[in-house]
């Protein structure tokens, strides 16, 4: 099995901690603002220029507008290195 940082590309001994920074990206789910004309109205047009679009978009494409993961493998030092990172800027956007 090989121990490779993915980050700075050096092997992880085996007397090493590998860590594993996992990054999820996906849309917020956020509530809907419809107002009774929305739901009353004829949509038809719409729906149908929407299918269309679906239908010319890249099936990967259009998956990796909903959910994208990816796992990366750090040695120690990248693992210290993100995690300061990380830290920075969850003050900034702290997380409710
Ligand atoms: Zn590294």
Redesign the pocket.
């Known amino acids: 099995m090989n121990r490779i940082?993915h980050?700075?590309g050096?092997e992880v001994g085996s007397n090493e901690q590998l860590y594993v920074l996992r990054i999820e990206l996906f849309a917020k789910a956020e509530p809907l603002e419809l107002t009774i004309d929305d739901l009353l109205a004829d949509h038809t047009a719409q729906i149908e220029k929407l299918i269309e679009e679906m239908e010319a978009l890249d099936p990967e494409e259009a998956s990796d507008e909903v959910y994208e993961s990816y796992n990366f493998e750090?040695?120690p030092?990248?693992r210290r290195r993100v995690h300061h990172l990380l830290k920075g800027r969850a003050k900034s956007h702290k997380v409710q």
């Open positions: 940082c980050n700075c050096r750090l040695c030092e990248c």
